[in-house]
């Protein structure tokens, strides 16, 4: 199993950068490939990006790519989302999300998440 905390998050104005941090414990960090979604209020939870287990691959929806960049640095077990230019419409709780293989865009295909970090943006 593998534990995971995300930090970062704020309110911020459009236009704006934020870093996003999904720090990692148990079994080891690497094993796993590393989501990102969020959720909106009264919307469902959708899928952001997606790193492979060596940071090899990414994978990004269409409404953030250009503007988010997933990384992570498996030596200190901890994955980043990047969010830069972001826009009110990126207003959300954004989860980080764990599973043993490559790669899925629903929820419902991940294993372990984290509780999540509030993403304000302002007009």
């Known amino acids: 199993q593998v534990q995971l905390v995300e930090s970062g998050g704020g309110l911020v104005q459009a236009g704006d950068s934020l870093r996003l941090s999904c720090a990692a414990s148990g079994r080891t960090f690497s094993s796993y490939v590393m989501a990102w979604f969020r959720q909106a209020p009264g919307k469902e939870r959708e899928f952001v990006a997606a790193i492979k287990w060596r940071g090899t691959s990414t994978y990004y929806a269409d409404s953030v790519k250009g503007r988010f960049t997933i990384s992570r640095d498996n030596a200190k077990n901890t994955g980043y989302l990047q969010m830069n230019n972001l826009k009110p419409e990126d207003t959300a709780v954004y989860y980080c999300?764990?599973?043993?293989?490559?790669?899925?865009?629903?929820?419902?295909?991940?294993?372990?998440w984290g509780q999540g970090t509030q993403v304000t943006v302002s007009s």
């Open positions: 999300a764990a599973r043993s293989s490559w790669y899925g865009e629903s929820s419902y295909e991940y294993d372990y």
